[in-house]
């Protein structure tokens, strides 16, 4: 069982190994939590992304993974976008925690590396047996970019978060978008829940513009703002995800996921607001 918005990499690689029979795969809205408790009668293994990407979906956390435990299915939560620092899955009963630890944990974008975190001793020989056979060992030196991310890592998450914060106000007030999705903000479906469980509203806005062509206009016009598809870096990184192939047919064309770096947040708006500026109604009209 998996969210129907998540990872791009993992729904594919789920998709693919169950086209081979290797298992049935099931997809649910992680934040309608009845429908996800319906889905545990029989599973084997259930995957987590919260909040997810790039829909940034808050799931009920606690009580998905108290009834999944209770059932006896194995719990998996993808805590990339979270970091160790705004959510503790373990402390919340899952299984396995992964970490793209490309992304905020060694925070460079310089290094590609994941890792998985369990405090389950037989599932750990489990899983240090296969990494053993199949040869999926970090290097040295991918390892020693990793350490140095990490010793700043609680800086960047609280000014990444912070600057989010900043920037999903301005942006919700933007005649150019149609929606402004970000967990922080009062009147998000997720607020309360974030509010709730986690230990921040993170930094990955997701933002919708009236069609495509708008959305590409406005990464072409940023400046400051880097287009590119990874995320959790000190930079701030803006694409459209759906000219992804991989990205869900239900996330919307026009759909523009910022990933909030730790730049002067003043730098960062003025960016937004001028490649924003031709896209609003009245200005568009006039063109």
Excluded at 78 to 91: A, G, M, Q, S
Excluded at 175 to 182: G, H, I, K, N, S
Aim: glycine share 6%.
């Amino acid at each position: 069982v998996m969210p129907r918005h998540a990872y791009a990499g993992s729904l594919s690689l789920a998709g693919d190994e169950a086209s081979r029979g290797r298992f049935t795969m099931l997809t649910v809205d992680v934040a309608d939590t009845d429908q996800v408790l319906a889905t545990l009668a029989g599973a084997d293994l259930l995957w987590l992304e919260s909040p997810t990407n790039p829909m940034l979906e808050v799931a009920d956390l606690l009580t998905i993974i108290s009834a999944a435990k209770a059932a006896g299915v194995t719990v998996v939560v993808d805590n990339t976008f979270n970091t160790p620092l705004v959510c503790r899955p373990l402390e919340l009963g899952a299984d396995v925690v992964l970490h793209s630890v490309t992304k905020y944990l060694a925070g460079h974008s310089d290094v590609v590396l994941g890792a998985l975190v369990t405090s389950n001793t037989e599932l750990r020989s489990r899983l240090l047996r296969h990494r053993t056979l199949h040869g999926a060992i970090a290097g040295p030196f991918e390892v020693w970019l990793a350490l140095r991310g990490l010793r700043t890592l609680a800086l960047r998450v609280e000014r990444s978060q912070t600057n989010a914060l900043y920037l999903a106000h301005k942006l919700r007030l933007d005649p150019a978008l149609t929606r402004v999705r970000f967990p922080g903000l009062p009147d998000d479906p997720g607020h309360q829940r974030a509010a709730d469980q986690l230990n921040g509203f993170g930094s990955i806005i997701s933002i919708e513009l009236a069609d495509v062509a708008a959305a590409e206009a406005l990464v072409a016009a940023v400046r400051v703002w880097l287009p590119a598809t990874s995320l959790g870096g000190v930079e701030s990184l803006i694409e459209r995800r759906r000219r992804q192939s991989g990205e869900p047919v239900t996330v919307p064309e026009a759909l523009v996921r910022l990933s909030v770096g730790i730049e002067n947040p003043e730098d960062l708006w003025a960016d937004l607001e001028q490649a924003l500026a031709p896209l609003r109604p009245a200005e568009r009209s006039t063109r």
